[in-house]
């Protein structure tokens, strides 16, 4: 049995690792997290894949759950401007099409009421968005929902827990590049990872895997512009669109 443990084979649950502990004269708080570690490890896969209208109900659940208890979010946004910062017509305009113009609204009333991680009074998470410089000029929507949406970033930009970096194109590959993700680290829990597609999603927990994308967001803060810079370079780009 312990050696299937040992291969990964087979999870140990919280019985048999009281057992354990009492065997091995295990005691005191490293008892009680090596049985904590067991019941998590029984009770949850460390990654998993959430596909179709249900997981994504369930993933997005999970989601705003994790962003209300994080003390720390980091959007890695490669293509489009990240969902806590998007406004109400930009959200709108990437809602799939084919869904009813209610299911659009409340959608988009979902997204922008996730907002309140941010704008709250007491403890708004510590919020980073780094934006590939593509992403202030996809047109998405009409011209006058870009504008709206690049002066909101300014202004977002303004808050005290906010802030905003872009990775130039002149930067060349930077782990941006590789696709988005939402890292969520937390006071008293392991941080995990959010990988949103088409129709799925993906949940990381293991602490390997959520490790490099830890270690991809260290390195895109080395290429990335300051605040101030990209505060200007918002600016350069609303003046073009006139």
């Known amino acids: 049995m312990i050696a299937r443990w040992e291969r990964g084979e087979r999870v140990p649950g919280p019985d048999s690792i009281v057992a354990l502990c009492a065997v091995l004269d295990i005691n005191g708080e490293a008892r009680e997290r090596v049985i904590t570690l067991a019941r998590e490890a029984a009770t949850e896969l460390a990654n998993s894949v ?3 209208a249900d ?3 369930d993933a997005l659940a999970a989601l705003m759950d994790f962003e209300r208890n994080a003390q720390r979010i980091t959007n890695v946004a490669p293509v489009v401007i990240p969902g806590l910062l ?9 809602v799939d099409g084919s869904t009813s113009n209610a299911a659009r609204d409340r959608m988009v009333s979902m997204r922008i009421g996730r907002r ?5 009074r007491r403890n708004p998470v510590q919020y980073t968005a780094f934006l590939l410089e593509w992403a202030l000029l996809q047109p998405i ?3 006058e929902a870009m504008r709206d ?3 909101f970033l300014l202004e977002m930009s303004e808050r005290e827990n906010v802030t905003i970096r872009v990775v130039p194109q002149s930067a060349g590959w930077t782990p941006i590049h590789a696709g988005q993700y939402v ?7 392991s941080p995990v990872v959010l990988l ?3 129709r799925s999603s993906t949940l990381l927990r293991d602490e390997g895997d959520v490790r490099a994308f830890v270690s991809a967001r260290d390195d895109i803060e080395t290429m990335a512009m300051s605040p101030a810079d990209t505060a200007g370079l918002i600016g350069e780009v609303l003046d073009r669109r006139g």
């Open 50 to 52: 959430s596909v179709g």
């Open 55 to 57: 997981g994504e109900a």
């Open 86 to 94: 998007q406004t109400s017509d930009y959200a709108r305009a990437i």
């Open 116 to 120: 309140d991680v941010l704008t709250r």
């Open 141 to 143: 929507g009409d011209d």
């Open 149 to 151: 949406q690049l002066e």
């Open 183 to 189: 890292l969520l680290e937390f006071a008293k829990a």
């Open 196 to 198: 949103e597609h088409l």
